[in-house]
C-alpha cells in the first residue's frame, strides 16, 4: 500500500512540472495537455521500475555492462560514419542510429548472459544472490488449505523464500467467508496455516500485490507470476501440477512427496493388515496401511475385522498413490484349539433298599 502511495505522489509530481514548465514546445497546446503528458510519462516510469524490481542483481549487472560496451562500440562506429560520410543529415542520423542499436543489443545481451556471472564469488552484498530466482516459492491455495507444508516448512527442508500471492489471501477470505459450513472451515483453516507458517524462523515468508487483471483463473496468475519471478509452484492440484508443466513452469507436488516417503514394499515380503471391508472383485479384502496405503487381499473376504499376516505379490503405483496387492494363505493360519465337551462321570450303582414291616430293612 506504501509503494502505491509513492506511485502516485510520483506521477502527480511529474504531471505537475510538465504543467508548470511546458516542456517540448507543449505551450502553444492548452496548458492541462502538458499534464497529461506529464502523468504518461510518469506512469513508463513506474512500469519500468516495476519490472526492474523483479529482475536479479546478475541481470542488471549484465545490463549494464553491455550497455556501456554497446555504447563504447557506437563511438568507434561514429568515427568512422563522420570520416567517411560527408552528408551531415545522413551523418547525424547514422550516428544516432548505431549509438541507438548498440546500446539496445549490449542491454539486452548482456541481461540475457548476466546470469552466467557468479556474484557469490565476490562475497559481501554479491552473496545474496547465489541461490537465484529459483529460491522462490508459491504457496498455491490448495497446498495452504491441506496444511501439510506447515510441517514441511517446519522440518527445515524448505528453503528461499516462501511467495504468497494477494490474489490468493483473497480467495482464501472468500473461502473463510462462505455460507457453506464446511468452505468456511477450510478457509480458516488455511488462515491459521498460514500465521503458523510465519511464525517459522527460518522460513522467509513474502507477500507480494503482483496481479494480472487480464487473466481470470487464479490457477493461470500463479503460472504468470511464476514465470515474472522465475519461481517454482508449491501444489497439491493434479490439473494445475500439468498445466504449470506445459508451460515451462517447475512445480513441487506434495501428494508426490507423501507418495516418494512411504514404505517401499516388495513383492514376497509379509506383513499383517487388519481386514476392514470387501472388494471388488470376488473373495477379496480391503486394508489400509498407517499412511493412507490400499491393500488389496486375496482369499480374505471372510476374514472382514480381524488383523491376519499375508503375503505382497505386487505393488502397483497410479497417479493417486500406491496400491499393494497381497494374498492370504489360508494354510498359514494358526488352528484355534478345539474345545472338548465334559465326559460324563460313570457313577456306581447304589444298592436299592427295601424296608419290610416285619423284617426290617433288606437289599
Known amino acids: 500500500m506504501d509503494l502505491f502511495i509513492i506511485r502516485f505522489v510520483?506521477?502527480?509530481v511529474v504531471a505537475l512540472v510538465c504543467y508548470n514548465l511546458q516542456p517540448f514546445g507543449l505551450a502553444k497546446f492548452a496548458p492541462w495537455f502538458a499534464a497529461v503528458v506529464g502523468a504518461i510519462l510518469g506512469i513508463l516510469v513506474v512500469g519500468f521500475e516495476a519490472?526492474?524490481?523483479v529482475v536479479s542483481l546478475k541481470r542488471l549487472i549484465g545490463a549494464v555492462i553491455g550497455s556501456i560496451c554497446g555504447i563504447l562500440g557506437a563511438y568507434l562506429f561514429s568515427v568512422v560514419i563522420r570520416n567517411s560520410i560527408t552528408h551531415p543529415e545522413t551523418q547525424r542520423f547514422l550516428q544516432l542510429m548505431v549509438m541507438l542499436l548498440m546500446a539496445y543489443v549490449g542491454l539486452v545481451v548482456g541481461a540475457n548472459?548476466?546470469?552466467l556471472l557468479n556474484l557469490a564469488a565476490l562475497g559481501g552484498i554479491f552473496g545474496s544472490e547465489k541461490q537465484g530466482r529459483k529460491s522462490f516459492k508459491i504457496l498455491d491455495t490448495s497446498v495452504i488449505i491441506d496444511g501439510r507444508i506447515a510441517d514441511i516448512a517446519d522440518t527445515g527442508f524448505l528453503d528461499g523464500v516462501l511467495v504468497i500471492p494477494q490474489f490468493v489471501l483473497r480467495e482464501l477470505q472468500l473461502v473463510a467467508d462462505s455460507a457453506d459450513s464446511l468452505k468456511r472451515n477450510r478457509g480458516r483453516r488455511g488462515l491459521d496455516i498460514l500465521q503458523r507458517?510465519?511464525?517459522?524462523?527460518?522460513i522467509n515468508v513474502q507477500i507480494v500485490e503482483d496481479d494480472f487483471p487480464?487473466?481470470?483463473?487464479?490457477?493461470?496468475k500463479l503460472i504468470e507470476l511464476a514465470k515474472v519471478y522465475e519461481a517454482k509452484i508449491i501444489t497439491n492440484d493434479?490439473?494445475?501440477n500439468k498445466v504449470a508443466q506445459l508451460q515451462g513452469v517447475e512445480v513441487l507436488n506434495i501428494n508426490e512427496l507423501a507418495n516418494a516417503l512411504k514404505p517401499i514394499v516388495l513383492p514376497g515380503e509379509t506383513m499383517r493388515v487388519f481386514i476392514l471391508k470387501e472388494g471388488k472383485e470376488y473373495n477379496q479384502g480391503v486394508a489400509y496401511l498407517d499412511d493412507g496405503t490400499m491393500v488389496v487381499v486375496d482369499n480374505a473376504r471372510k476374514l472382514i475385522g480381524k488383523n491376519v499376516d499375508i503375503a505382497v505379490t505386487s505393488?502397483?503405483?497410479?497417479t493417486a498413490g500406491k496400491m499393494i496387492f497381497g494374498k492370504f494363505d489360508e494354510r498359514t493360519r494358526p488352528m484355534e484349539p478345539k474345545l472338548e465337551a465334559p465326559k460324563p462321570e460313570l457313577r456306581k450303582p447304589q444298592p436299592i433298599v427295601v424296608e419290610s414291616a416285619q423284617h426290617g430293612p433288606t437289599e
Open 10 to 12: 510520483f506521477i502527480g
Open 51 to 53: 519490472r526492474l524490481r
Open 113 to 115: 548472459k548476466g546470469d
Open 197 to 202: 507458517v510465519q511464525k517459522i524462523v527460518n
Open 214 to 220: 487480464t487473466v481470470r483463473e487464479v490457477d493461470l
Open 238 to 240: 493434479f490439473n494445475l
Open 315 to 318: 505393488v502397483l503405483q497410479t
